[in-house]
């Protein structure tokens, strides 16, 4: 099958219009159409089908947009490789993902680590929510990622190997000068009754769940689109808000950060392909742990042991996203 076909549906169905998928491909509305009809007679099922904003896959039709898209991917892959080649050399950019609290610092710092020690290697950072970055593993578009297990956890995929790197207990973000700022590790019924500021369902689980366990409710009032936009509202002393232990050490001058008696944490996971594996990706896993070891407070060593340590146990989504 033409490939050029297989994009023109994939781009169809992303943008849920055939014009404007022919106004982005700089095609006519006609030759869009042509082109879906034609591999819908390929295939011999209907692949699309009209609602009143435009169009949509049908279910054999998203079964092969998700194929389609892997298959576009690792067809980019190859023509960016052979593109790359010089003298026969084989250099392939190293491409991570991660979660914003981790690109923030741990991820940067193990990537300086390994480029110390292994010399210039081309490579790209993109942050993402862990369900985001675990997709894009499967695709082919990120040779490693470093998620977290926060609610509603990892899912567990044979496509994937998983190394646990440590656990991560959660702090609370306050502005400069306020009253609990620098009282050491305080308990949350201490902040019941503050505003709380939220920018994932993921973190709001972890909240929710501690102060339930404390007996109280924490009350989120304001919603930020980004991590960057829930540490704004901190600063500026709108609200305090749950934040990832990690991310102390990039934090804002105007934000400062108090710890929980008994805090939630989460796992900090690296993922990459069963199949495939970047040549350098054992290597940064390596300086993954270090890095990760360097920052983890005392009583947040490990979770999992012996012979699994590596491994995480089962979970499900539910449409929680992590950051």
Known sequence: MELTVWRTFVTVCRLGSLSAAAAELHHTQSA??????????????????????????????????????ATLNEADRAVRAAREAVDGAFSRPLTV?????????????AVRALLRQAGPVRWSLLPGLSAQLHHRVITGDLDIAVVTDAPP??????????????????????????????????????????????????????????????????????TAADLPGKLALVATGHAIALIPGVLARALRTDVTTVGLVDPPTRGIYAITPRRDPHPRAASLLDQLTAAFASVRPPHAAHRPSGADAHLAGPALHDGITPS
């Open 32 to 69: 869009v159409s042509r082109q879906i009809a034609g591999l819908e007679r390929q295939l011999g099922v209907p692949l699309m089908e009209r609602h009143a904003r435009g169009v949509r896959p049908t279910p054999a039709g998203e079964v092969f947009r998700h194929h389609a898209l």
């Open 97 to 109: 993902g991660a979660t914003p609290s981790l690109a923030a610092g741990i991820v940067p710092e």
């Open 153 to 222: 956890g990892l899912p567990v995929d044979p496509r994937v190997e998983r190394r646990f790197l440590g656990l991560d207990a959660m702090a609370v973000a306050l502005p400069v000068g306020h009253p609990s700022a620098g009282r050491g590790p305080v308990h949350i019924r201490t902040l019941a009754d503050e505003i709380w500021a939220e920018d994932n369902d993921g973190s709001a689980a972890l909240l929710h769940q501690h102060a339930a366990r404390a007996g109280v409710s924490a009350r989120i009032d304001l």
